[in-house]
């Protein structure tokens, strides 16, 4: 049985490497077209597939879900795996028709994920039929610790008040405060700490974190994609960045790397961190839907999502993958949060289109500084 598996490895890694051999060349290969976050996998997960199947990947990466909803609601994508996250995006095009039903006899790897995760991302996908679970977090403040503490000593570095007191915000904007560009992943923190309902759609509520965000713009330095935000808290450009969890632990390991003294650190806001999961779908139109049931089903094996983890530092969904994470990444609670940690999130809700609209106008005034 050993000795089949390994013929069998080794038979996929050959036709892994032949693939620029010209007898293969005159057979149409295989694609995978895939549209991910930026910084979200392991490069080696992504060669290991191509490796052991034949399929070539072809890789596009977005920073926002606005970017992403930009993208599919155009239709005829061309994509065969998106990475949407539960809500907004991923429930609201389960309900739309724009993803394919998953096809669980393609995926024997699907029991491996934790089924208390599952049924929590049922409230936005009943009977999980549309979507796998990839990685989750939060939304909360990259810090650059070794400023923070010399700039503003008795800084409250446990609450969204660091970023939101105009007057915190004051003290920090030379040292560079950066705010992820999305409405849909940054409003419903900002009416949390509010003491709000972050997924209210009343028209004084949205007015209320409008106001609250225009009070702080003269003081932030940019509103800009994720994954600028990764790189430049990484350099020591920020001192305070509202963005995801995983993004600040990496920028975090980039900066630690690089010893030039910058020290980043995560918090989850105290007053409730909003908790998201990203979703491993297949939008209705994708050109390889089987391929696609495959790299699931592939990305799902414990041994990959570990190496996923250990490199975008988000945790997965997997529970026999949690031993193989590296220690200290694995212990990080603003890696994998502790159950009181995650009492103290909240999850989002879908929108009506007309709230939706409204909160993109907001954003767009707030980017403005009107
Ligand atoms: C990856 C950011 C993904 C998290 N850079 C957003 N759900």
């Given at each position: ?29 295989t ?49 065969d ?22 096809d669980?006899?393609l ?181 390889h839907p089987e391929a696609a049931h495959r ?76």
């Open positions: 049985m050993l000795r089949r598996r390994i013929a069998t490895a080794a038979f996929a890694a050959l036709l892994g490497l032949s693939a620029a051999m010209p007898a293969r060349a005159q057979q149409p290969e694609v995978l077209n895939v549209y991910n976050w930026s910084d979200y996998i392991d490069p080696y997960a992504v060669a290991q597939f191509q490796q052991e199947t034949g399929i070539r990947i072809r890789y596009d990466v977005y920073d926002s879900l606005e970017t992403l909803e930009g993208k599919l609601s155009a239709g005829r994508s061309g994509y795996i998106i990475v949407p996250t539960s809500e907004p995006t991923f429930s609201r095009l389960a309900r739309a028709g724009a993803l394919k039903p998953l669980r006899a995926i024997p790897n699907w029991g491996k994920q934790d089924a208390t995760l599952l049924r929590q991302v049922e409230s936005s996908d009943p009977g999980n039929r549309f979507g796998a679970i990839y990685l989750y977090g939060t939304v909360g403040l990259g810090i650059r610790a070794d400023r923070v503490r010399e700039l503003f000593p008795d800084a409250p570095t446990d609450s969204l008040d660091l970023l939101m007191k105009p007057e915190n915000a004051r003290r920090l904007a030379r040292c560079g405060i950066a705010v992820m560009d999305s409405a849909t992943d940054v409003l419903p923190s900002i009416l949390q700490w509010l003491g709000r309902d972050p997924n209210s759609t009343e028209p004084r509520d949205l007015r209320a974190a409008e106001d609250a965000l225009t009070a702080i713009r003269p003081h932030v330095r940019a509103i800009t994609a994720s994954g600028n935000i990764l790189d430049a808290l990484a350099n020591g450009e920020y001192c305070v960045a509202l963005t995801y969890s995983g993004d600040v632990i990496q920028a975090q390991a980039r900066a630690r790397e690089a010893k030039r003294g910058v020290e980043i650190g995560y918090v989850a806001p105290k007053e409730g961190a909003q908790l998201w999961f990203d979703m491993l779908a297949i939008p209705a139109d994708a050109p790299f699931i089903d592939f990305l799902l094996q414990p041994a990959v999502m570990a190496g996923i983890t250990n490199h975008v530092r988000y945790p997965n969904a997997v529970p026999e993958a949690r031993p193989m994470v590296n220690p200290a990444v694995r212990d990080d609670p603003d890696v994998y949060p502790t159950p009181e940690m995650l009492k103290r999130t909240f999850t989002t809700a879908p929108l009506t289109p007309a709230a939706e609209r409204a909160r993109s106008r907001s954003w767009s005034r707030f980017k403005a500084g009107r």
